[in-house]
């Protein structure tokens, strides 16, 4: 048992910290209004190295423990988040799969210009009337001469109208169930392929999403992910990362609430006196630090357990499910300590409230981690 | 880092748990609950099994054990469903008695005490809180003054565990009233219940952990040799804080996430047997929800607590981390202990399930140790700087 980081994690994680204090966090503000794919943060963050962290070396990749992969997500959600969240939608959830599944010869397509910041990728999941139920799907791949061709729609995709490459997850068996999901590599330029205009929301909007449109989508046989079938099995593998990410989306944006707390009820007076003095402040910023490193702890243990191979699913589900609705409980309390500051867009916490919403939602709903958490913890206690 | 324990571990805290299950759980009984009595047969047995002198080293009649294994142990005993009055006792014993004994005593005083701390023949106990002074220490009004070869002390301390029953008291008493800031002039005394002046004050009743005697103490011109100071004169109080907010904020806490584990485990066995509308508890998804949450409420308390553990064994500063553990394990049993009653209906509600005891033991915990209160207090001003 060792719950302290090493001499490389402890120095990468200040260096990494100031990199994002440096390029990331100044850019966040114009992200969030400018509502258009982070180009600025994104190439930065690929000569960072960012975007080839766990990627192999000959493609730019640089091998590193899970531990160290935490630390860097986490810092760069605490950042910005509409840059975590496009960042972690190329390398993460679109570039884990093709590394994963891909064919030796589409992972050196791809993946040299992802890891250099020269590509961007989305991965394609959700459909307009299906999130968790995967099941449930409708976009459809059929099988031709020369490859194959998809048909259906997708939706929620993050960096869906600004990707190079997508990987969609289709039919191509609908009466087997899950058995039934294959996944496909789609690039953007493909006939039949349409990606919809940026859908307005509430956060993270300087990460684009889009709707897909599939009419008679014709690509090659190569483009096939992996075995036929084996779509849903990639895609629960692909979330695994994905929900490591979202404890860590979850666990920054909340550290920057608490940063941001810190620093203007030190600064703003009440009643003679910095607010901080005042204990219904200063006991709100007592709950989010014990929330943070609640999270913290268990993302950190998630990734660990990850790389070791042994952690259960509703251990993923727990990281997800606490840092996500931590990040939501924080930046409330951060808006409260701001008071009408806190409303108005000049204030950083604005935005950190209106991103972290977005944690309970993607990637499996909270309510879905729960059914997860659940189902496994009464299964140990069956007998 | 590493989250993982060995498999010596698993191996050791499963035993613990096997012990708890089938030499403790069968001592307790609603009549002990309702009496207020000590379970002298379940503390013979923990003497015998050697789980009260686990972290002191061998030469003292412990098991030389990490903060990490001192509180797997505790965490067992939990998971088993011991009562929290008899973790509760066992803490004040091994803990806030023989830990500050341990770290601070002279080799004399941890001959003379830890080896029977360890065996359970002389009890301990720890005597801070006032009745006019809890966490506020600059309040303590009880005081020792130098008499030749000899400490005189005047005062009384309350909702002391053990006191009733303990060999020998840890005691903090005012030596120099000017001192600034006022824990440097507050000493530390090992008291043993047969110093002229010691009395034991009326056994009290309260809410939960009702099988761990609690009582007030009262020193009337009581006489102890001046090698009864426990550390230096003055600084007593200092050192032993120190120790007491790491230690006893994590190893105290231990049973209770034992308790997380078991309540979600009672839970689970409940709702698997318990059939409504045709089916099992267990498919309803709004019970679901409450399974979850009490998961992921041990997941979280696990790793804070175990922090602290780890960096107690590395001696690494712990007093925000041991605040943060506390603050969220406390509050979590809490809430577990009242899902878990909910999911039992009437049944939780009526004294037959022990599930409302675990609901009543769990709420000291927010108030022992420095109330929750205290403890956000102190992170904010550590993290804030103010």
């Known amino acids: ?383 | 880092m590493d989250f993982s324990f060995t498999d010596e571990q698993v191996a050791f805290r499963d035993a613990v748990e096997r012990f708890g299950r089938e030499s403790l759980v069968p001592n307790w009984s609603q009549e002990a609950d309702d009496g207020n009595i000590f379970l002298t047969d379940s503390w013979k047995a923990m003497g015998e099994y050697g789980i009260l002198g686990l972290p002191y080293p061998e030469e003292y009649g412990g098991s030389g054990a990490s903060a990490v294994d001192t509180c797997l142990a505790s965490e067992a005993l939990g998971r088993a469903g011991v009562d929290a009055g008899t973790t509760l006792s066992m803490g004040a014993n091994t803990i806030l008695c023989g830990v500050p004994i341990w770290k601070l005593g002279t080799e004399e005083q941890k001959r003379k005490y830890l080896p029977k701390i360890a065996s359970g023949e002389w009890i301990g106990a720890f005597c801070l809180t006032e009745p006019g002074s809890g966490s506020d220490a600059a309040g303590m009004a009880t005081r020792a003054v130098r008499d030749g070869n000899e400490w005189v002390i005047n005062g009384s301390k309350t909702w002391i565990t053990n006191g009733p029953y303990a060999h020998q008291f840890i005691v903090t008493a005012v030596t120099e009233p000017d001192a600034n800031p006022r824990s440097f002039g507050i000493s530390t005394f090992i008291v043993d219940a047969d110093a002229p002046g010691f009395r034991v004050g009326r056994k009290l009743d309260k809410l939960g952990c009702r099988t761990s005697p609690t009582s007030e103490i009262f020193f009337d011109d009581c006489r102890v040799p001046a090698d009864a100071l426990l550390g230096p004169e003055n600084m007593g109080f200092a050192l032993v804080g120190k120790l007491i907010l790491g230690w006893e904020r994590t190893c105290l806490m231990a049973p209770a996430l034992g308790g997380v584990w078991h309540g979600m485990a009672t839970a689970c066995r409940y709702m698997h047997q318990r059939k409504q509308f045709g089916r099992p508890l267990a498919k309803f998804q709004a019970l679901q929800e409450k399974i979850a949450d009490m998961r992921v409420a041990y997941e979280t308390s696990w790793g804070l607590l175990y922090r602290v553990a780890d960096l107690l064994d590395r001696d690494e500063p712990v007093m925000v981390e041991a605040a943060i553990l506390k603050t969220y394990l406390s509050e979590a049993a809490i809430r577990v202990s009242e899902d878990v009653i909910q999911i039992h209906g009437g049944y939780g509600f009526s004294k037959e399930y022990l599930v409302e005891r675990h609901w009543r033991d769990s709420k000291l915990g927010t108030i022992g140790a420095g109330t929750s209160e205290i403890q956000r207090g102190l992170i904010a001003r550590a993290i804030g700087g103010f």
């Open chain 1, 1 to 383: 048992m060792d719950f302290t980081l090493n001499d490389e994690q402890q120095a990468f994680s200040s260096a990494f910290g100031r990199f994002i204090d440096e390029e990331i966090v100044p850019r966040g503000e114009a992200v969030d209004r400018n509502k258009v794919f982070p180009r600025q943060g994104y190439e930065a963050l690929a000569r960072m190295g960012y975007l080839g962290l766990g990627m192999p070396e000959k493609y730019g990749g640089t091998p590193v423990d899970p531990i160290t992969h935490y630390i860097a997500q986490d810092e760069l959600a605490r950042g910005c988040a509409s840059t975590f969240l496009s960042a972690g939608a190329s390398c993460g959830l679109f570039g884990v799969p093709v590394r994963l599944f891909a064919s030796e010869e589409m992972q050196s397509e791809i993946l040299p210009g992802l890891i250099a910041g020269e590509l961007v990728g989305a991965w394609a999941l959700t459909e307009p009337h299906c999130g968790s139920d995967a099941a449930a799907m409708t976009t459809r791949a059929r099988k031709t001469d020369k490859g194959w061709v998809l048909n259906g729609a997708k939706m929620f995709i993050t960096n869906g109208n600004c990707a190079d490459w997508i990987v969609v997850a289709a039919k191509t068996d609908p009466e087997a169930g899950y058995g039934g999901v294959s996944s496909f590599l789609v690039h953007k330029d493909t006939p039949g392929f349409h990606a919809g205009t940026s859908l307005e929301k509430m956060g993270c909007r300087g990460s684009p999403t889009s709707a897909l449109h599939f009419d008679d989508c014709e690509i090659p046989g190569e483009w096939l992910l992996g075995a036929e079938g084996t779509g849903f099995l990639q895609a629960m593998q692909t979330l695994e990362y994905g929900r490591v990410g979202m404890a860590a989306f979850g666990t920054g944006i909340a550290q920057a609430a608490l940063e941001e707390s810190i620093k203007y009820a030190k600064e703003r007076k009440a009643f003679g006196k910095p607010i901080i003095k005042f204990q219904p402040v200063h006991f709100k910023i007592a709950d989010m630090r014990v929330l943070i490193d609640g999270a913290r702890i268990l993302g950190m243990r998630a990734s660990w357990m990850h790389g070791q191979g042994t952690c259960p699913q509703s251990l993923f589900s727990a990281a997800k499910l606490f840092a996500t609705e931590a990040a939501v409980t924080c930046t409330d309390k951060a808006v409260q300590i701001h008071g009408g500051y806190g409303y108005m867009a000049e204030y950083r916490v604005e935005r950190l409230y209106r991103d972290a919403r977005l944690g309970p939602i993607g990637e499996g709903s909270s309510e879905i981690q729960r059914r997860l958490i659940a189902q496994e913890t009464l299964a140990m206690f069956a007998g």
